[in-house]
């Protein structure tokens, strides 16, 4: 998708760490160009905008289209052309429709290469939470991000470090609801990239100005550092 | 000579009775069949178990047909969209049951009832809520579930084009359930925004084969969620 005018109030520079927009451009960085990507709802949608020059991803919507193009303009646009967020989208050159098995084959016959998704929690094992906090009065809703975690072959969960209350999102082990077992292969935050591995969580790269102590501080889990990458200047 | 049409969407679903099975099309708004849905509460059936990926918006379609109480359970993968009220209030309330099914699940379930596959396995929701309770087993170390094939005793499904075999086209992502849903039930009903002979549609661009199909209605300017919605409609 091309880049689209960044919401500067919703991009408020944060007291430390990297913006929602700032984990969408380092999250963008890292896949290559010709992938076959499914954005999560929400936050992960905005890596579309960041993708760097040059590079061409083929973006899948589990509803039924490849070749996904940006959002037209509100009351713009086809009511029955729409993404899993049931947005209004529009199509890209080479576009494809299909049915759900054909799209959910996509996804669980392992042909995506990437799938980034939000988080609750994710666990130090690779376990992810993401769809029901288990409340009791809670509508379950879980649409397609079980099928998507089983069968897509690298899942990236991008997220803020802590919840709002400051409770580490990345932990020992998940007490919310699964998603699936062993499935994420990294972790985007505002603070910092993290590799998830058999050893559990491994640094490669901090926010700038961030520390390591201030990021290890809000980590459920303990948080290896022996490949963490160089900083930039 | 085949001919499928029936004169309206009313006749078409004259026949559902209490505590039938229904699949109905629409990923939201794109797709959902709202004037078969309309007729199906009009006609009045009851103890319904509706198959469907949401349970509709506002108080129309999907939604209406829950707010008049003839659904008693709902199978779903997600049911809370953005402006859905009248699910989660039936559902707090303890008026409706719900079977949650992942989306992959659930479109491979119906597809599998429909090609007279019993049940499959897959790795997703293995060790999650979702697969607690059915049989596990592992392939290639890997653990699977054990999910049933799904059928029912009609499917109600919106087309863009459809001849008088029965043969269907889609628009865009309004396709989304429909292939599957119209090969899983014993009468499938199909309203389409245009109906022609047999013969003029391109063989080779048709996406749901006659075969599947039992019911076609002519709707020639069927309604959308979104437009009832912004108008503060409700139905009946």
């Not at chain 1, 288990?134 to 975690?149: K, S």
């Not at chain 1, 998830?196 to 550092?225: D, Q, W």
């Not at chain 2, 009313?10 to 309309?38: C, K, N, Q, Y």
Request: overall charge negative; proline content about 6%.
């Amino acid at each position: 998708m091309s880049a689209a005018p960044k919401d500067r109030a919703a991009d408020a520079a944060p007291a430390v760490g990297w913006s929602r927009d700032g984990i969408a451009e380092r999250v963008a960085q890292d896949i290559p160009s010709g992938s076959y990507v499914n954005l999560g709802i929400g936050i992960p949608e905005l890596v579309a905008r960041f993708v760097p020059g040059g590079r061409t991803l083929v973006y899948h919507t589990e509803n039924g289209l490849l070749g996904m193009g940006p959002s037209p303009a509100a009351g713009q646009g086809d009511p029955e052309l729409i993404n899993a967020g049931k947005r209004r989208v529009s199509m890209m050159p080479g576009a494809a429709f299909f049915d759900q098995a054909t799209s959910f084959a996509m996804i669980r016959g392992g042909h995506l290469d990437l799938s980034v998704l939000g988080a609750m929690q994710v666990a130090a094992n690779g376990d992810l939470a993401n769809w029901s906090t288990g409340a009791d009065d809670a509508i379950p809703a879980v649409g397609g991000a079980m099928d998507l975690v089983a069968g897509v072959k690298r899942v990236f969960v991008m997220t803020t470090h802590v919840t709002k209350e400051g409770t580490p999102k990345l932990v020992e082990r998940c007490t919310y609801p699964l998603t699936g077992r062993g499935v994420v292969t990294r972790i985007y935050s505002d603070l910092a990239v993290v590799d998830v591995t058999p050893r559990g969580f491994e640094l490669l790269e901090l926010a700038p100005g961030v520390s390591y102590e201030f990021v290890k501080e809000r980590t459920g889990a303990p948080l290896l550092r022996d490949r963490m990458r160089q900083q930039g200047p | 000579m085949i001919d499928k049409r029936f004169a309206s969407a009313r006749d078409a679903v004259a026949d559902v009775h209490d505590g039938a099975t229904v699949m109905i099309g629409g990923f939201g708004e794109a797709g959902s069949p709202i004037e078969l849905i309309h007729a199906l509460i009009d006609q009045g059936a009851k103890d319904l178990v509706v198959v469907s990926n949401n349970t509709g918006t506002g108080l129309v379609g999907l939604a209406a047909l829950l707010r008049a109480g003839r659904v008693r359970k709902v199978v779903c993968s997600f049911p809370k969209t953005a402006g859905s009220t009248v699910f989660p209030d039936l559902y707090r309330a303890g008026k409706v049951e719900l079977e949650l099914v992942p989306q992959g699940t659930l479109a491979e379930r119906i597809r599998a009832g429909g090609a007279g596959i019993a049940a499959f396995y897959t790795p997703t929701a293995a060790g999650t809520p979702l697969g607690e309770g059915k049989e596990t087993r592992a392939f290639n170390g890997r653990e699977h579930v054990l999910e049933h094939g799904l059928r029912a005793d009609f499917t109600l499904i919106k087309g863009r084009v459809a001849d008088t075999h029965g043969n269907v086209m889609y628009h865009r992502t309004a396709r989304n359930f429909a292939p599957m849903m119209a090969t899983a039930s014993s009468c499938t009903i199909v309203q389409a925004a245009e109906v022609v002979p047999a013969g003029e549609l391109d063989a080779e661009a048709v996406v749901t084969p006659g075969i599947f199909v039992d019911r076609v209605v002519h709707v020639a300017e069927p309604a959308l969620e979104s437009a009832l919605n912004e108008a503060g409609a409700s139905y009946p």
